[in-house]
């Protein structure tokens, strides 16, 4: 591994990464850091989680020049949440050089904005309607900018910005140095480079090297309508300390998340219906521990760097593989280990073998669960907790009161009821989900299409999956009825 100290950063950068943690430079920032501070232009074929915020930021701070209040730096990221994300691992990297930096993103006030852009920051990291509003206005200069950077690239073009990406880069002097990631290589993006880039340098980190090796796979073949039982049996069997569960629709995030909390877990679920603020509550609680579980979808999701994630759920296998990469990335970070389970119909057993074939990994079959496992499960995780307090905690008070219990009762029993009290029992709340029809993989020309998915028929699910109405027949024909935006995450 390379060294940050031998890519030769400065001392004030070298300071905030050492506050960081930081050390080594990853496979992305090592290629792509030296190339920065020399002022090439660059494309980087790179997953998130892979320290792209680093490779692109630190060229970019070492060129600004504090005394000059203008942006001179300037990112575009697809989502709110990652912008708002790079905005602040930038302010973090150039702590020590007095670097300010702001992000701008729809559903912010406009008048807030201006004020923001007013103070004279130095980068601005914005997501594309937002930032082409102001430069409509003329609210934003743009004029000294001397690093562009568009990041997660192929998402953007996913949610319909490419040519908003293109006006942008028109709008910003020709002489500037411009950098792109994107984790894929669609020709609309080969497009851009050809077109608004000078002679790119390409870094690539290979998709083997994405497929984090301490992330433990596993797939669960399962119907449609024990997805949900099997889920909330796996949850009390592994205990995740946090967990991040995908699913493929708001639709289905809102139904699996109200299913989650009927049935007494700690969850909540983030889409792109939600307003900012809701959204930036539930990743803080997230975040901070205050609720185990976050339900999501692919676009809500992304850009999310939250360490500590223990477990990965693919609800919904995703259509295409770059998609699970994505997904899985999110947990067996910073060196720790992660498990990420999918889920998979006996139609998708293809789309599985196409999955472990692009991304050179195997996934290890994990058996269904049945309700007394996860009983057991659930058990087992009091009796950790009981042996941690024999072994680490004084109960040298207790000892007193616990003897006259067992004068009145045998040593078992008395177990028994200290395991029955403190094991979470869980309710037999029924649940309803909407059925989703499975994903083919059709010769694998499907690969990369998005929101292609029908069905909107009920089904009422008891605790042990057993459907209680809705369209028997749903699970092998094709509904007729077109999906909403619901299918937009």
Known sequence: MTTFQSLGISSPIMKSLEKMGFE???????????????????????????????????????????????IQGLVVAPTRELAIQVSEELHRLAKFKSVRTLPIYGGQQMDRQIRGLKDGPHIVVATPGRLLDHIRRKTINIKNVHTAVLDEADEMLNMGFIDDIRDILKAIPEDRQTLLFSATMPKEIRNIAATLMKSPAEVRVKTKEMTVSNIDQFFVEVNERQKFDTLTNLLDIHSPELAIIFGRTKKRVDEVTEGLQARGFSSEGIHGDLTQGKRMSVLNKFKNGRIEILVATDVAARGLDISGVTHVYNFDVPQDPESYVHRIGRTGRAGKGGQAISFITPREIPHLHLIEKVTKSKMKRMQVPSSDEARRGQQQLTMDKLNQTIENENTQDYRETAAELLEQHDSVTVVAAALKLMTKERRQAPVTLTSVQPVSVKGGKDK??????????????????KPSGGNRKFQNKRGSNKSNNNNKG
């Open 24 to 70: 080594e430079a990853t496979p992305i920032q090592e290629q792509t850091i030296p190339l920065g501070l020399e002022g090439k232009d660059v494309i980087g074929q790179a997953q998130t989680g892979t320290g792209k915020t680093a490779a692109f930021g630190i060229p970019m701070i070492e060129k600004i020049d504090q005394s000059q209040k203008k």
């Open 448 to 465: 990369g299409k998005r929101n292609n998915y029908r069905g909107d028929n009920k089904r009422h699910f008891s605790r042990k999956g």
